[in-house]
């Protein structure tokens, strides 16, 4: 599973962060990844200086081997509060993907 960091230019991303961001990932989805083959995260500060209850956002899209990306997003007051939420959104739509997938 390859995990690939994109930050605005209002985000600095430094290493520690993006280290910090592929963990989330990889944990939140260490039970499906031999489903997935690829993650876009992409964080964004959306107000830039200004501060304010959900101005970060996080954007994840994970590919699944043969099927369309699914996409998920969460805004949140600071970027790892965001990253979690969208990776916890994230586990959540590929487990109910894959269960849907075993099923039919």
Known sequence: ??????????????????AQAEATVSDALSHVSEHV???????NDENSQKS??????CMMEARLQGLPPIAVTHKAETLAF???????KLKAALEHKLDRLQHH
Do not use: C, S, W, Y
């Open 1 to 18: 599973m390859i995990i690939q960091v994109n930050t605005d230019n209002h985000i600095t991303g430094h290493q520690d962060f993006i």
């Open 37 to 43: 083959t690829r993650v876009e995260v992409h964080l």
């Open 52 to 57: 304010g209850p959900e101005d970060k956002r």
């Open 82 to 88: 965001a990253l979690d939420g969208a990776a916890e």
